[in-house]
């Protein structure tokens, strides 16, 4: 086994003094951001890991960051790895806490884990209310989502509707007049802020709509929605609240021996695995949920440092257009 990588070494490569690396890894202001990057690029060529242990004991900084998630078995992969990379390109290792299920609870629980000052700070996934933290110099950091609700359904940045009025705007560009909404459940607030952008963009552009059906997440739903249509209805252009109605809807206009496109363009939204693979290709949008958490995660950083709060990220969500849309075909 090789020799374990020092500060020493980090230096070297990165052509600046061992103190430097030093204080880059224990957050200390004055340190240029271009030196700043110069460094981690060197400690990542390098792999190498700050000794945590030592650092504690000299700085009273642990190096240690918990983000806490409401409930296990939550879909969170994407904003955990961007929140992971970037704290440990930081020079800190994160811990992923559970919390409980019932909020009071839950709030308690990240009081417990600032008041043990085990971490330098907690990002918390939940829309935790602000914890009482420790009154001591050291408190650690703390900084919860605003992105998600109580029931990690979609809010903030992620229940815009703008890619919807997007799409529909290039379908209207395409040739298509009459469009029918395939709606999600109406406990979620990203679904309510998609119809109604729908029923506004209808209003606006003089559009002809069949309807707002569904209100539930069922694809098979969604198929009978579709199956229920009058025979008269194409050309149609379908905007579904997500990728699973808008398979659902393709699936029932196949089996009418409608052709996607063509006769039926179809929207969905999430770009799921299986959206650039269904045939057609779903046109979709997807949201950044690495970036999401990456950002959050230097929000965090930049706290515990005393820098100043990175800029804010935009543009999360960007419509994919795939196969599923076309001009309609003349009839």
């Known amino acids: 086994m090789g020799k374990r990588p020092t500060s020493h070494d980090v230096a070297r490569l990165a052509g600046v003094s061992q103190s430097t690396v030093s204080f880059v890894f224990t957050g200390r202001e004055g340190i240029s951001t271009p030196t700043r990057e110069k460094v981690l690029r060197a400690a990542a060529e390098l792999s190498y890991r700050p000794n945590l242990a ?190 699973v109605l808008a398979a659902g809807a393709i699936r029932a206009a196949v089996q009418r021996g409608w052709s996607v496109p063509g006769d039926v363009s179809v929207t969905g939204w999430d770009d799921v695995a299986l959206s650039l693979h269904f045939l057609p290709s779903i046109t979709t949008v997807s949201q950044d949920r690495r970036r999401l958490g990456a950002y959050s995660m230097r929000r965090l950083v930049a706290a515990i440092r005393g820098d100043e709060a990175p800029e804010l990220e935009t543009d999360l969500q960007q419509v994919i257009w795939r196969e599923s849309v076309a001009p309609p075909r003349p009839r």
């Open 54 to 243: 030592a650092r504690s004991m000299r700085t009273q900084r642990t190096g240690r960051l918990a983000v806490v998630i409401p409930f296990p078995g939550l879909n969170l992969g994407s904003l955990l790895e961007g929140a992971v990379t970037t704290a440990r390109e930081a020079g800190y290792t994160v811990e992923v806490v559970n919390l409980s299920d019932e909020s009071d609870e839950a709030a308690r629980e990240v009081d417990t884990l600032l008041g043990s000052f085990e971490y330098e700070g907690v990002l918390s996934f939940s829309p935790l209310p602000k914890p009482g933290l420790p009154s001591a110099e050291s408190a650690p950091a703390f900084l919860a989502l605003t992105e998600f609700d109580e029931e990690m359904h979609a809010i903030g940045a992620f229940s815009d509707a703008r890619p919807l009025v997007e799409m529909m705007e290039h379908l209207v560009g395409l040739g298509h007049r009459r469009f029918l909404h395939i709606a999600g459940a109406s406990d979620y607030p990203a679904a309510v802020a998609r119809r109604d952008a729908y029923l506004a963009t209808v209003e606006r552009l003089g559009l002809e709509s069949v309807g707002v059906v569904g209100g539930n997440w069922s694809g098979i739903h969604a198929r009978e929605c579709v199956e229920a249509l009058a025979d008269d209805v194409l050309p149609l252009a379908i905007i579904a609240a997500n990728d």
